[in-house]
């Protein structure tokens, strides 16, 4: 295969350039290919002049989750002991993002456990946004779980850009992570958000056990339903979920699925998230050589991420892969 080829066609020939049958055969190269896959994905962000994100986050509500996807500590189907509580206060959300935007973060989101909010936390999630949007340089985005029209319109009137909404694993794979909602009442949240006119971000976490085959399915689902930017988690086994024995993926691999999801969405926001430090180790700063161009700061929902100025340090090292 003519991997130094690829990042010319996609580049000149688009955002649909790559085709399913090749992705699969990309996939399937070995591993001493791994590194002229990741040079060809960092080519392509590079083309697109894709520019540096660096999302933040507050677990705004935590716990108490009614859905049983094996990977999260707080499904109420699994006993993992972390911190649980309601929506918090408009006041504390916004302390959050105060303290994200001097530490240099460009985006913000307000993310709640459970399937859906109610109407008054609806309320507290759109005051919080009104707040930050005036307060601070921080693009406001949020996870409150499946919307519906009119909720969509509420949180993009009240300032929020950005709806994020996971898919998580491809619909194949699916069943065997989540029993208690339909994968197609998650692909219908994102596109009542885009009705709305929300971006939309949505990815997934890889590492679940699912093979390269559903990778790439995942990937063109996401190309298919033309979200905005595409977060990609690595399972961090959690003591108490269903997954708490599932090895880390190699970072080798890890690297190499950021790239095909890159070169099968060379034009979409690709932002590396939750797992990066457990899974990558050393070998973080080469998600952006990878295809990347953005990655979450400070910490996730129930887990440590890394001091936020060794981030600063290691982007301000990555500058000729980002340029």
Request: with cysteine; net charge negative.
């Given at each position: ?7 010319e066609?996609?580049?000149?020939e688009g955002?649909?350039?790559?085709t ?6 990309l996939?399937?190269l070995?591993e ?6 990741l040079h060809?994905a960092?080519?392509i962000?590079r ?11 507050i677990?705004?509500?935590?716990g ?5 996807c094996?990977?999260c500590a ?6 993992t002991?972390?911190d649980?509580?309601?929506l918090?206060?408009k006041?504390k959300?916004v302390?959050?993002a105060l ?6 973060a ?5 993310v709640?456990?459970?399937?859906a ?5 609806i309320d507290?999630?759109?005051d919080?946004?009104?707040?930050i949007?005036?307060?601070?340089n921080l693009?406001?985005?949020?996870s ?6 009119a909720?969509?319109r ?11 909404h996971?898919?998580e694993t491809?619909?194949?794979y699916?069943?065997k992570i ?11 949240a ?6 709305s006119?929300?971006k939309?971000?949505s990815?997934g976490?890889?590492g679940?056990?699912?093979t390269w085959e559903?990778?790439i ?8 339903l033309g979200?905005d930017?595409?977060p990609?988690n690595f399972?961090?086994p959690?003591?108490g979920?269903?997954?708490e024995?599932?090895s ?10 950021i790239?095909?999801?890159?070169l099968?969405n ?8 939750g797992?990066?430090e457990v899974?990558l180790k050393d070998?973080q ?8 161009n ?5 910490n ?9 100025k060794?981030d600063m ?7 000729p892969w980002?340029?």
């Open positions: 295969m003519d991997i130094s080829g690829i990042a066609k996609i580049i000149h955002d649909h350039a790559m399913y049958d090749e992705a699969r055969e996939a399937s070995p001493g290919d791994t590194a002229d896959i060809c960092g080519k962000m083309g697109y002049e894709k520019k540096l994100i660096l999302c933040s986050i677990n705004a509500k935590s108490f989750c009614p859905e049983d094996a990977f707080q499904s109420s189907h699994h006993n002991k972390i649980t509580y309601d918090l206060k006041e959300i302390e959050q303290r994200m935007d001097e530490s240099g460009t985006r913000y989101s307000m709640t456990s459970g399937f909010l109610r109407d008054e936390e507290t999630i759109c919080a946004a009104k707040t949007r005036d307060d601070t693009t406001v985005c949020t409150p779980g499946t919307v519906t029209e909720t969509a509420r949180l993009k009137g009240s300032g929020i850009s950005f709806y994020h996971n898919l491809a619909r194949s699916f069943d989540c029993t208690t909602h339909s994968y197609d009442e998650d692909i219908q994102v596109k009542t958000a885009k009705a006119g929300l939309v971000c990815g976490i890889l679940l056990g699912e559903q990778r399915e995942l990937a063109f689902t996401l190309r298919e979200v930017g595409i990609l399972l961090n959690i003591p979920t269903r997954m024995h599932m880390l993926l190699p970072p080798a691999e890890a690297l190499k699925c790239a095909l999801f890159r099968v060379p034009g979409k926001e690709i932002i590396i998230c797992g990066r899974v070998f700063s080469w998600i952006f050589f990878a295809g990347a953005g990655l979450m700061i400070g996730y929902l129930t887990t440590q991420g890394r001091n936020i060794m340090e290691m982007i301000k090292d990555s500058r980002l340029l």
